[in-house]
């Protein structure tokens, strides 16, 4: 199993995280089945940006991103190269190493 280490973040998790997770889940599922409260505002829908994270190591593994996606994070708060939307990145082979941006475009969280 892949180890997908969650880099701190002020309020989702202060100290950051590494987790397992199995291959062909998104990254978003990983994060919320082990308490990681990643926002995901459409439901996991790729409708939104809430989910947005940086990959920082491991985006080969991923499967590609869509057009859909592609197009909603071109409106992603702080969109870098190796952005993604948790929902929609697969996770494959490889360990990943993601960051969860300070803001998002949103800023409200549906827990709230």
């Not at 909603?72 to 708060?77: E, S, T």
Request: charged share 30%.
């Amino acid at each position: 199993m892949p180890k997908i280490k969650f880099l701190p973040h002020e309020d989702i998790c202060p100290e950051g995280k590494t987790i397992e997770a199995e291959v062909g889940i998104s990254i978003c599922n990983a994060a919320l089945a082990n308490d990681i409260d990643i926002e995901h505002a459409c439901e996991k829908s790729c409708a939104c940006t809430t989910c947005h994270v940086y990959v920082r190591e491991g985006m080969d593994s991923l499967n590609e991103a869509e057009e859909n996606e592609e197009d909603y994070l071109d409106k992603a708060w702080g969109l870098e190269p190796d952005s993604r939307l948790s929902c929609q990145a697969i996770i494959g082979e490889e360990d990943l190493v993601i960051e969860i941006p300070k803001y998002t475009i949103n800023m409200v969280s549906e827990s709230h």
